[in-house]
């Protein structure tokens, strides 16, 4: 795991050097790369992928932000061990009382939090200046960011797709039970009614075998391409591993209690395939700006 950290942080020095497209060498605010951890079915895992990943890309030298969207039960502190919960989120910055600096908690390994979205629905009655300035204010932290990620909740909520439709790239979970497996199918049929072209990439999460983690995704992939013509591409898989409940329980992240472990294991992949695959264009992307214009709908 120590040589694989290693390599996948030279890899991501290498990644940034000229990254800008224009020749001059310096990192542009919209190369922050942005992605949402989503599932359709609940409690498959996506708060521990979305935590673990954030790790993973921090000790491979990239800064990271986790932002917990899940606007009903927000608990990325818990898997953190971020205890108590920071006592500021979005809805301070909305509110005035906070700038976008203050509520940024610092988590393991280097990575940083904004513990809740929850402001963000509220950004919507601001006036056309005051969301302006909100949209600013958090592109202003672009320039220190290469990865922001979002975790949601569950299901085909307003909220949550609104998050899944804004990101650069969406990261779906589910499992291998036949109920996970339909909601993620929902999942991708709601996200392509909106967006044809969007970036979908799964995850089977607490597989027993990689070759079951394949038919899974195998089947997804089938399907979403024959009904809804929509590319879905597998990003990975991670085993089953009891070493993730017992991380749970002791609120140290998985990636950090036990880095050998078969779930770290898989979250080393999948980050690596992450780094390793074509950044979103900038022109379509268009970093945390484009993010929030697109999340806000302004
Ligand atoms: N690979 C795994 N192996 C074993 N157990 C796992 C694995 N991944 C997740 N779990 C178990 O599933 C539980 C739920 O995980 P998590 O909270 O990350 O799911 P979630 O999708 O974020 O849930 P919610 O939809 O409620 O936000 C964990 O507490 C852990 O017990
Ligand atoms: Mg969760």
Redesign the pocket.
């Known amino acids: 795991m120590a040589d694989q950290a290693q390599g996948l942080r030279e890899l991501a020095r290498e990644k940034n050097v000229g990254n800008d497209g224009n020749g001059s060498g310096e990192k542009p605010n919209s190369s922050c790369r942005i992605l949402t951890v989503t599932?359709g079915k609940?409690?498959?895992?996506?708060?521990?992928?979305a935590a673990n990943l954030a790790i993973a890309f921090a000790q491979a030298g990239r800064q990271t932000l986790i932002m917990d969207a899940?606007l009903g039960?927000a608990?990325v502190n818990v898997?953190l061990g971020l205890i108590p919960p920071p006592k500021y989120n979005l809805s301070h910055v909305v509110g005035g009382k906070k700038k976008i600096q203050e509520i940024i908690t610092n988590g393991p390994a280097g990575i940083r939090l904004i513990a809740g979205a929850t402001g963000v629905t509220e950004v919507a009655n601001l006036s056309q200046d005051e969301r302006d300035e909100f949209v600013l204010g958090l592109s202003s932290l672009a320039d220190s960011i290469d990865y922001l990620i979002f975790?949601t909740?569950?299901g085909l909520s307003p909220n949550v797709l609104s998050f899944v439709l804004a990101a650069d790239e969406i990261i779906l979970?589910t499992t291998p039970e036949p109920t996970a497996i339909a909601d993620a199918y929902g999942m991708v049929k709601a996200v392509c009614h909106h967006n044809i072209e969007a970036n979908i990439k799964l995850v089977v999460?607490?597989v027993s075998s990689v070759i079951e983690g394949k038919k899974v995704a195998d089947r997804i992939v089938n399907i979403a391409g024959q009904f809804l013509n929509i590319r879905v591409e597998v990003l990975g898989y991670?085993?089953?591993?009891?070493l993730?409940?017992k991380s749970?329980r002791q609120q140290k992240p998985f990636f950090l209690a036990y880095p050998r472990s078969k779930?770290a294991y898989g979250v080393a992949h999948i980050m690596a395939k992450l780094i390793q695959s074509p950044e979103t264009e900038p022109g379509n992307g268009n970093g945390l700006h484009g993010f929030f214009k697109r999340l806000l709908g302004s």
Do not use: C, F
């Not at 609940?42 to 992928?49: E, P, Q, R």
């Open positions: 599932s609940g409690g498959v895992g996506k708060t521990n992928i899940d039960l608990n898997i975790d909740g569950a979970v999460n607490r991670i085993l089953e591993d009891n993730v409940i749970v779930a």
